[in-house]
Each structure stands twice: as structure tokens, then as C-alpha cells.
């Protein structure tokens, strides 16, 4: 079947949407490089909805943005499989079980044993590990099956070892493009594997004036000192302007809700910290943060305020780029670029799968048995990632009392 076909009409329901990203939701453990390996794994290994190509190019997009990565990533999937109802149904699937679980996992902290709670937390980042080196080796084969495009990944990889930081994530697909324009294209020829939605530039052009428009609205000058649409400011502003993931946002966050007495420091490092250890995206932290922020509302519509603003901005940008990606995408010598662009992605996610996650998450000969015996349920035995995360988690936690 071709890459227009599988991507035509939309092949799915807004339901099917949900239920798979519900379950992504509560499984997809070790932070945004691992959710991109879940998301691999899930929808394009096992359920075929689209291609390695097509999921690059998606995950290429995303790197260019601001905002949660996986998110917005899997905010397109949908999009692309069901649509805008689609797009709705894998944002509240993936978020909603982080959201409520970052809520409710704050208050049983003090119960929870430090020894069992850190050991599980380091097989939280074996499972990330196991997962990710999945998706760079099955990404590796599919999208690198040339000498030319295997040394644009290990070029990108190196230069991601020596300098890595959110602009240069950037510079290296922009490199991989330009290699791929001018270098690939006899062997590039073929790979065109055009994404396809049902919305065009106008559409996209819209919503990119949206996000304007709402970023100059929601400037802090503008909004009251306190109150919902402060809330809506200080997120908005935050998922606008953060390149690089979750982390990277924490102290913009810490500046707006820290500094100015909203949330205490301790409490904001325990929310922080409980988010290390969930499912799902962690700029779901900023529902915890909202429902600590007072005022003359429910904490509860705080925590939902502070949540919708943090992710739009990514998500206006995304869907304002995908047409046109799309358009460009068509042209013939867009598909060397392409080709190109796929090859430094595979390089990116080879880099993190070495720092941060093989550096932070391996500490012992025992973490690499652990974590091969991972790659072989996923990759051999193609088992269920919920197994994977039993494995891990179940293993560091029993080793540890040993």
C-alpha cells in the first residue's frame, strides 16, 4: 500500500484515537525522547499509520517548534488518523492520565518509601533505554539504507555529542536537508512520502495569526495581576517561547510562579519531582502548578487553565506547519531534502539515546543486562511495552534490596 494511500481519507475514529493514546498515556514512562519510541513502536511497527518516512518528517516538524515535542507529535498523529476530533482525542489520552496521576501521586509523597520510590524511578529510566534504542535501530534501517545517508547520521551524532542544545537540534535537521538537496539525489529519488491533511496554507496561516495574536494578548501588561487570564498569560507565554522539552521550560516556570510568591519553592520541587517519575508529557507539571496557584476560582479550573495554555502555542504551530510542509514536500527536489532531514533525525535520537539516557539511566553491568533483556521483549519477542515496564521496574526495585 503507498504512503498517500495509508494517509487518504482519514482510516480511523476519533475513538480509536483516544483509546490508543489513553493507553500511551499510562504507559509511555522515561520522558519525551522515550514517548517518541512509544509512538514509533505503537503507530508505525505495530499499527501501521503511516511510514518511517512520514513519522520523521512529523518529528522533524516538531524539532523546529517550540513546545512539548511528543506532544505536539502526537497531537498530529491523531490529526492525521482522525482529523481535528482526532487531534482533540490523542492530546486528552495522553495527558489526562499524567495530569491526574501528577495530582494524586503529590499527596501520597510523604508515604512513599525514599529507597523503593528512587529505585523505581531508575527503572522508569531503564525502560527508556530499552525503548528508545528500539526506535533508533528500526528508524536506522528503514531511513538509512545508504552509506551517504548513514554518514549524515553519524555526523549529526557527532556534532550532538560536542554541542548539544535546542538550537543546535535545529541547525542539524537544517544541515541534514541541505546535505540531502545536494547529495542524494539519485538515491533519494523514490523516498517522496508526501503527509497529508485535509486542511490547506489558508487553514494554516489562520491559526499561525491565532497564536499571534494571542501571544501579544496574553503579553503580561495586558493581563490583571491575578486571575485566570494571568494564569492563561504565564503559561501561554512559557509554552511559546521554551525550545528543548520539558526541562528546559522549568525555570521560565519557576521565575513566573516562584518568584512572585504563588507557589512555594518546596512545592514546586515536589511537583517537579513527581513528574519525573509519571507517564505521559511532563509539561502536564503545569496542571499541578495551576491548582496550587490561589484566587477566587476551583483549583481544579486553575490546574485546567494552566494546562490548555501551556500546550496551545505548540499545538497552533504545529497545525499551521504541517500544510505547509506539505506543499513543500510535493516539490521534486523536496524529497532529496527529505530524505536527508529523515537521516539527522535518526542521528538526533541516536545522540539522546546516549545523553541523556545511557548516560543518567546505566550505572551497573546488572542496568545493561536489565536493559538488553528490555530490547529483546520489544524488538525480538515484540511484547507489550507495559511488560517492559513491569520488567524494569520490577527487577531495579527487587535487585536494590538485595
Not at 494564569?231 to 516562584?258: K, R
Not at 545522540?351 to 524488538?379: E, H, N, R, W
Request: charged residues 10%.
Amino acid at each position: 500500500m503507498s504512503s498517500m494511500a495509508s494517509l487518504g481519507p482519514f482510516k480511523g475514529s476519533a475513538f480509536e484515537v483516544l483509546i490508543i493514546f489513553l493507553k500511551l498515556g499510562l504507559t509511555s514512562f522515561g520522558g519525551p525522547i522515550a514517548h517518541i519510541g512509544y509512538f514509533r513502536q505503537e503507530l508505525v511497527a505495530r499499527r501501521q499509520w503511516l511510514n518511517e518516512s512520514q513519522f520523521s518528517q512529523l518529528l522533524a516538524i516538531s524539532q523546529f517548534l517550540p513546545g512539548p515535542a511528543s506532544s505536539q507529535l502526537g497531537f498530529a498523529l491523531g490529526l492525521l488518523r482522525a482529523g481535528w476530533l482526532g487531534a482533540l482525542a490523542a492530546f486528552i489520552g495522553f495527558t489526562l492520565p499524567s495530569v491526574l496521576l501528577l495530582l494524586g501521586f503529590v499527596s501520597l509523597l510523604p508515604w512513599m518509601s525514599a529507597d523503593i520510590g528512587g529505585l523505581a524511578i531508575h527503572g522508569l529510566k531503564l525502560v527508556a533505554c530499552a525503548v528508545v534504542a528500539d526506535a533508533v535501530i528500526g528508524m536506522f534501517k528503514k531511513l538509512c539504507p545508504d552509506l551517504m545517508r548513514r554518514g549524515i547520521a553519524l555526523l549529526v551524532l557527532a556534532i550532538l555529542i560536542l554541542v548539544n542544545s535546542a538550537w543546535t537540534q535545529i541547525g542539524v535537521v537544517l544541515l541534514g536537508a541541505v546535505a540531502g538537496l545536494f547529495l542524494l539525489r539519485e538515491s533519494a529519488a523514490s523516498s517522496r512520502d508526501v503527509i497529508q491533511v485535509r486542511y490547506g496554507k489558508r487553514i494554516g496561516l489562520l491559526l499561525f495569526a491565532i497564536f499571534c495574536v494571542l501571544l501579544l494578548l496574553l503579553l503580561p501588561q495586558y493581563t490583571q495581576a491575578d486571575g485566570l487570564t494571568t494564569i492563561a498569560s504565564t503559561f501561554y507565554q512559557a509554552g511559546a517561547m521554551v525550545f528543548g522539552g520539558g526541562h528546559v521550560v522549568l525555570p521560565l516556570l519557576e521565575q513566573s510562579v516562584v518568584a512572585n510568591g504563588w507557589v512555594s519553592n518546596e512545592s514546586f520541587l515536589a511537583g517537579y519531582g513527581a513528574s519525573q517519575a509519571i507517564p505521559g508529557p511532563m509539561f502536564a507539571f503545569a496542571a499541578y502548578l495551576g491548582a496550587l496557584i490561589p484566587g477566587d476560582f476551583h483549583p481544579w479550573l486553575g490546574a485546567m487553565v494552566a494546562l490548555l495554555f501551556m500546550f496551545l502555542p505548540g499545538f497552533l504551530l504545529m497545525t499551521a506547519a504541517i500544510p505547509l510542509w506539505q506543499t513543500i514536500s510535493q516539490n521534486a527536489l523536496a524529497a532529496n531534502a527529505i530524505a536527508g532531514v529523515n537521516a539527522a533525525v535518526v542521528g538526533i535520537l541516536a545522540a539522546a539515546l546516549y545523553d541523556p539516557i545511557f548516560t543518567s539511566g546505566l550505572t551497573s553491568i546488572t542496568d545493561i543486562l536489565i536493559v538488553l533483556v528490555a530490547f529483546l521483549m520489544l524488538a525480538k519477542w515484540k511484547l507489550s511495552s507495559l511488560l517492559v515496564v513491569l520488567w524494569c521496574v520490577l527487577t531495579s526495585v527487587l535487585l536494590g534490596f538485595i
